[in-house]
C-alpha cells in the first residue's frame, strides 16, 4: 500500500498518524465511527488543470445543447466559450460562469442528470492528459483513500463541484458511494404525478459547496468534525481548519502542484482554485504541505 | 433474528424481499451499494406517543431556562407549556410550536448542542413508559435494522425531528452513525476565532424534515433513491412513493399503532404524526400495513 507514495516525511507523518489513531489503548487511539476522512477532488484527487472536469463537460453539453438548438449558440453566457475567447469568459465574472455551468447542468430530474453525467463519463476524454477521463485521478490518493478504509476511516469528498457530477462517477473511481459525496448543489423539487415521484432540478443553486460553506455542509452532512483532511487550496482552508481546531488526533494535508513535468506547477492564483492563504498559513496551523515532485513516486496509474 | 416478529405475512413479505435481492443471479438481485433503507423515527423506531421523546427534552429544557431566569415563565411561549394548558398549547399553532422548538434546542455552536442532548439521554425517562427514553425504542425495529445490515443493507434515519438531537443517540440504541441520519435542520454559521473554528447555531429552522421535504433532503443527503422504507405517517408517505417509484424491486412499510395494551391505538389524528392519507392509499400503493397488536410478538425489550 501507498507504493506510489516516496518515503519522505510526508509519507511518515502519515503512517505515523494513521498508526497512531488505530492503536488500541494508546493514548491517540481514536474509535472507528470518528476516524472521519474528508477530501477536495479537483486538483486533490484528480486533475482541475489546465481545465477542470466538470468545465470539459460543460462544453461537450454547451455543444449538444447548440447542436439542437443553434440560436443558442449567441447567447452571451455560450458565445465567449464557443469562441474560446478567454478575455470575454474572464469577463462573464463569477455570476456569469454560475449562469453558464446551471445552463449546462440542466435535465428533468436528478436521476436524468446522474444518467447524463454517467453516459458522459464512459467516454470523455482528458485532452491534455491523452487519457480518458476516469484515468485522470492521481494514483497516490486512489492508494491513500484505500488505506484509510483499511484501517477504518470512512472517507468522504467534500467537492466544489456539482454534487450529481461527481456522485456519479466517484464510487468507481474512488469507492466511494454517492452518500459520502458533498457538493455544490441545485435547488430541487419534489414531483408526484400518477404513479410516479421524482425529484425534479431548478436551474439555481442551492449552495455553493466552497470555503465556509465546506464546513457547514460537513456539519449538515456528517454531523462530525473530521479528523483528516486533505485538499490543495484556500476553498480548502477552512475544512482544514475546523479540522485542526477539534479536540485529539488531527491531521491536514495541502497538495501543492509543483510539477511542471508529470502534471502542472500552479498555486497562487488558477482560475477558481487559489492558493494564497493557505500555503501561507500551512506552518502556523501544522497543515503538511505535501510536494507533488518530491512525495509522489508517481502521479498517474496511465504514467 | 427478528424474533420478537410474529409468524405473519409481513415478517414473510420482510424476509422474501431481503431474499429476492440478495440473491445472486437471481432476478431481483440488487448490489450491495444500492441496498438503500430509510427508516422514520419518531412513532417508526421510538415511542411518540403520548409525547415526542423531542418533546419531553424541549419540556426539560424549558424548565432550566426558566430555573436560570425566572422572567421566561411569562414568555407567550413558554407559559401554555408551564400551565400544562393544552388548549393554549394547541392555540400557538405550528408557528409557535416551532418557536417555541427553537428557543429550547438553543446553544451556542452544534457540539455544544449533541453534549445538552447526550447528557440529556443520559439520565431522561420516560415517565408514561416508566422507563429510561433510550429504552423505549420498539425491540422489532431493532431486529429489523440488524437483519437488514447483516444482508448488506445500509440504514438510514429520515426524521421530523432535529437532526443533532437524533443524531445525538441514534448511534448508541440503533448503530446508525450521525453521517446516515437525516432531519430537521437549524441555520448555522461558520465561525473562526484565532485558532478555533465552530459551526454556530442560529434559531432559525432551515428544513423541516417532514413530507415533501424528506424527499427532497434524501436527494441531497444520499444521492440514491432508497429500496426500503418504514414509517407510520403521512409524513413518510411521500418517501414511501418515492421509494415504490422507481424501477426494480422495493418494498415499503407503514406501522399501525392498534396497540392499545401495550403501547397505545392512534392514527387519524395525533399532534403532528397524522395518518390519514397514508392508510387509505397503502393498498393502491402496495405499501405493507404493519399491525403493531398482531405483527409484533414483543413492542418493547423491557416488557
Request: net charge negative.
Amino acid at each position: 500500500m501507498l507504493s506510489s507514495w516516496n518515503d519522505t516525511n510526508t509519507k511518515k507523518a502519515l503512517i505515523d498518524f494513521v498508526d497512531r489513531v488505530t492503536k488500541k489503548d494508546g493514548p491517540d487511539f481514536v474509535p472507528e465511527p470518528e476516524r472521519i476522512a474528508v477530501f477536495d477532488n479537483d486538483g486533490t484527487l484528480w486533475a482541475e488543470n489546465p481545465t477542470y472536469v466538470e468545465g470539459l463537460f460543460a462544453i461537450d453539453r454547451m455543444k449538444e445543447m447548440v447542436a439542437k438548438d443553434p440560436s443558442l449558440k449567441d447567447s452571451p453566457i455560450f458565445k465567449p466559450f464557443i469562441d474560446k475567447d478567454i478575455e470575454a469568459i474572464h469577463k462573464l465574472g463569477i455570476k456569469g460562469i454560475e449562469e453558464f455551468v446551471l445552463k449546462t447542468h440542466e435535465a428533468d430530474t436528478q436521476e436524468a442528470f446522474s444518467a447524463i453525467a454517467s453516459q458522459w463519463f464512459d467516454k470523455a476524454v482528458y485532452a491534455y492528459y491523452k487519457n480518458p477521463v476516469v484515468r485522470c485521478y492521481y494514483q497516490p490518493q486512489h492508494e491513500l483513500l484505500q488505506y484509510l478504509r483499511a484501517n477504518g476511516f470512512k472517507t468522504f469528498i467534500a467537492t466544489g463541484g456539482g454534487l450529481e457530477f461527481v456522485r456519479a462517477i466517484a464510487e468507481k473511481i474512488y469507492g466511494i458511494p454517492p452518500e459520502q459525496v458533498i457538493g455544490s448543489s441545485n435547488k430541487v423539487t419534489f414531483d408526484l404525478q400518477e404513479k410516479n415521484v421524482a425529484v425534479k432540478r431548478i436551474s439555481e443553486l442551492k449552495s455553493f459547496d466552497d470555503r465556509e460553506e465546506k464546513v457547514v455542509n460537513i456539519s449538515l452532512h456528517i454531523g462530525r468534525r473530521p479528523v483528516f483532511v486533505f485538499g490543495n487550496s484556500d476553498g480548502d482552508l477552512r475544512m482544514m481548519q475546523y479540522c485542526l481546531s477539534g479536540k485529539g488526533p488531527r491531521i491536514a494535508f495541502l497538495l501543492h502542484h509543483d510539477d511542471a513535468e508529470r502534471e502542472r506547477a500552479y498555486d497562487k492564483d488558477f482560475a477558481l482554485s487559489i492558493l494564497k492563504e493557505a500555503l501561507d498559513v500551512a506552518g502556523e496551523w501544522g497543515i503538511h504541505v505535501v510536494s507533488m515532485k518530491n512525495d509522489w513516486k508517481k502521479v498517474f496509474a496511465f504514467e
